[in-house]
């Protein structure tokens, strides 16, 4: 979604896509304070390609989440913009489905039994179809209705609503699945302790969200420095995959204990990300270069995701 023209109105700033973004200034979304360090900007003009628009990112010097400064809240779904397949088009199926049914395995072997499954932010409902083919009984909840049609398409029974507005969380399950969500809400508190009340005592949370304090991010922000620019990498805040919060694996464990959860098992894991495709020289020096960082990221225990499963205590 390329937004390199903006213009602003009664205080709101649209994107030459028609989103519209409504600046507001807010504190850390992990603990609530107010101290932070600007790691740069991010999005329009801080963006090689000019997607987005752009906005400040800063660390939390408190509990070390990263997020915008001001916070950009879209006042329309940017991701309607894109269809399933554009949207996903990084993602394969049939490796979700296997994922899906790799978690529900671990579940099982922790609770010792299959039981009732919700996944925030569906998307496809990759992961729950792979569950349900264990025997789970699955259920998911998604704001865009694009990607619920897809995942009804799997028999999946999907709830096209937000977090904040959902009824699904209003009943209780034995495992609820923020996979690839928690780096998209504006509020994870808020939607931490609402998953904390919709799992039943002992229940399991499963979360994957990117190391935004990977090695990856941290070389990726100096090479922006020698470059001459204020740039950062992290987050999407304005263009996709629109990410506006971030994590460390400490930060994740912060949030998880303040919500009433405790951490049964976190790690990094190496996640193939690349950069798009370029004929140039330093184009290829870039790419080389990524994949090298990846490697020695993973080594180091500084690899650029996070998965975590935690118990409802």
Same mark, same amino acid.
């Given at each position: 979604?390329?937004?390199?023209?903006?213009?602003?109105?009664?205080?709101?700033?649209?994107?030459?896509?028609?989103?519209?973004?409504?600046?507001?200034?807010?504190?850390?979304?992990?603990?609530?304070?107010?101290?932070?360090? @600007?790691?740069?900007?991010?999005?329009?003009?801080?963006?090689?390609?000019?997607?987005?628009?752009?906005?400040?990112?800063?660390?939390?010097?408190?509990?070390?989440?990263?997020?915008?400064?001001?916070?950009?809240?879209?006042?329309?779904?940017?991701?309607?913009?894109?269809?399933?397949?554009?949207?996903?088009?990084?993602?394969?199926?049939?490796?979700?489905?296997?994922?899906?049914?790799?978690?529900?395995?671990?579940?099982?072997?922790?609770?010792?039994?299959?039981?009732?499954?919700?996944?925030?932010?569906?998307?496809?409902?990759?992961?729950?179809? *792979?569950?349900?083919?264990?025997?789970?009984?699955?259920?998911?909840?998604?704001?865009?209705?694009?990607?619920?049609? #897809?995942?009804?398409? @799997?028999?999946?029974?999907?709830?096209?609503?937000? #977090?904040?507005?959902? @009824?699904?969380?209003?009943?209780?399950?034995?495992?609820?699945?923020?996979?690839?969500?928690?780096?998209?809400?504006?509020?994870?508190?808020?939607?931490?302790?609402?998953?904390?009340?919709?799992?039943?005592?002992?229940?399991?949370?499963?979360?994957?969200?990117?190391?935004?304090?990977?090695?990856?991010?941290?070389?990726?922000?100096?090479?922006?420095?020698?470059? *001459?620019?204020?740039?950062?990498?992290?987050?999407?805040?304005?263009?996709?995959?629109?990410?506006?919060?971030?994590?460390?694996? @400490?930060?994740?464990?912060?949030?998880?204990?303040?919500?009433?959860?405790?951490?049964?098992?976190?790690? #990094?894991?190496?996640?193939?990300?690349?950069?798009?495709?370029?004929?140039?020289?330093?184009?290829?020096?870039?790419?080389?270069?990524?994949?090298?960082?990846?490697?020695?990221?993973?080594?180091?225990?500084?690899?650029?995701?996070?998965?975590?499963?935690?118990?409802?205590?």
């Amino acid at each position: 979604m390329s937004t390199t023209k903006t213009a602003v109105n009664n205080n709101h700033v649209q994107s030459s896509d028609g989103t519209r973004w409504s600046p507001e200034e807010r504190p850390c979304p992990g603990c609530g304070s107010n101290a932070t360090r @600007k790691l740069g900007s991010r999005g329009g003009e801080a963006h090689r390609h000019g997607k987005g628009i752009k906005t400040t990112i800063v660390r939390c010097l408190h509990c070390e989440v990263i997020y915008t400064k001001p916070t950009l809240i879209p006042l329309d779904n940017p991701y309607e913009q894109h269809s399933a397949e554009e949207y996903f088009h990084l993602h394969d199926s049939q490796i979700k489905t296997n994922a899906g049914n790799d978690l529900a395995a671990f579940a099982e072997e922790v609770l010792g039994t299959t039981g009732k499954m919700l996944e925030v932010g569906c998307g496809r409902g990759e992961l729950l179809l *792979g569950a349900m083919n264990r025997g789970w009984s699955v259920y998911g909840i998604e704001m865009t209705e694009d990607f619920a049609e #897809v995942a009804r398409s @799997k028999g999946i029974d999907i709830e096209h609503s937000s #977090v904040e507005q959902s @009824k699904s969380l209003d009943q209780t399950y034995d495992v609820i699945l923020l996979a690839a969500i928690l780096e998209h809400l504006y509020d994870p508190i808020a939607t931490l302790n609402k998953v904390h009340a919709a799992l039943r005592p002992g229940g399991l949370v499963f979360i994957d969200v990117p190391n935004e304090r990977s090695l990856t991010m941290r070389i990726g922000n100096c090479y922006m420095r020698l470059r *001459g620019t204020d740039w950062t990498v992290n987050l999407s805040p304005t263009f996709s995959p629109f990410h506006v919060v971030g994590f460390s694996p @400490k930060s994740l464990a912060a949030v998880l204990n303040s919500t009433g959860f405790r951490v049964l098992h976190l790690d #990094v894991e190496r996640w193939n990300n690349s950069l798009p495709e370029g004929r140039g020289l330093i184009d290829k020096v870039e790419r080389l270069g990524l994949n090298a960082i990846q490697k020695v990221g993973s080594v180091i225990n500084m690899a650029d995701g996070i998965r975590c499963w935690a118990v409802r205590e």
